[in-house]
């Protein structure tokens, strides 16, 4: 815009432009944050339980980014399509608003993990997790974070059968030390007694022949 001002001619617009284009890098940065640690970024509407899509990796086709549908049948939508029917039960129990909303006023994040079947030519199982939290301090409106954490669980799993095994063998170990101090106890311990008695009565023995006889068979 160009205004006069005392009778000069002055340009505004300048830091207008430059604002609009930091947001746009603020959001690409943004962008590119969430994509690469998330399969969608979904806000819940707490007024009206709303579910928008903000970023989706995910191709999953059920919804676009920008487009509002209701959370309970977003929640539905995956669950019927991509979780294991025996998971499925735990899953919509654990996402229920009133679920969600309670375990916020407790903690910052509330985190639900769960099977993920692709549907792929391998159909392939994941490990997903989806983490809840608000998104301001007022309270209205609730983020919704999907991750997958299939590697973060195989690597788990695999701490968890090392230390299985190590435990077993040290387990094993434990059993074998056992085993053989209860052999050297038993197998010693005749012989041990015979030589106490036998020195017992080489001790109390007067006649240095029969003494001598004792210490022999010591």
């Known amino acids: 815009?160009?205004?006069?001002?005392?009778?000069?001619?002055?340009?505004?617009?300048?830091?207008?432009?430059?604002?609009?284009?930091?947001?746009?890098?603020?959001?690409?940065?943004?962008?590119?944050?969430?994509?690469?640690?998330?399969?969608?970024?979904?806000?819940?509407?707490?007024?009206?339980?709303?579910?928008?899509?903000?970023?989706?990796?995910?191709?999953?086709?059920?919804?676009?980014?920008?487009?509002?549908?209701?959370?309970?049948?977003?929640?539905?939508?995956?669950?019927?399509?991509?979780?294991?029917?025996?998971?499925?039960?735990?899953?919509?129990?654990a996402t229920e608003l009133d679920k969600v909303y309670s375990s916020l006023k407790e903690k910052e994040q509330y985190i639900v993990a769960f099977d993920f079947y692709s549907h792929n030519a391998a159909d392939d199982l994941f490990k997903k997790q989806i983490v809840f939290s608000w998104l301001n301090d007022e309270h209205r409106e609730a983020l919704c974070i999907q991750?997958?954490?299939?590697?973060?669980?195989?690597?788990?799993?695999?701490?968890?059968?090392?230390?299985?095994?190590?435990k077993q063998e040290a387990d094993a170990a434990n059993e074998a030390k056992s085993v053989f101090l209860s052999s050297m106890s038993h197998d010693l311990r005749t012989p041990l007694n015979g030589v106490l008695g036998f020195t017992s009565f080489a001790i109390k023995e007067n006649d240095p022949q029969k003494k001598q006889e004792y210490l022999e068979k010591v």
Request: hydrophobic share 30%.
């Open 1 to 93: 815009n160009n205004l006069k001002v005392g009778g000069t001619q002055t340009t505004e617009g300048i830091t207008y432009a430059k604002n609009i284009t930091k947001q746009k890098r603020n959001g690409e940065i943004i962008t590119k944050l969430t994509n690469a640690g998330s399969d969608y970024i979904g806000v819940i509407d707490r007024i009206d339980s709303s579910f928008e899509m903000h970023t989706q990796n995910w191709k999953c086709g059920a919804m676009k980014n920008g487009q509002r549908l209701p959370y309970e049948q977003v929640r539905g939508m995956l669950a019927d399509r991509y979780i294991a029917e025996d998971n499925r039960t735990f899953f919509m129990k």
């Open 147 to 166: 991750q997958d954490v299939t590697e973060a669980y195989q690597k788990e799993q695999e701490q968890i059968a090392a230390l299985k095994k190590a």
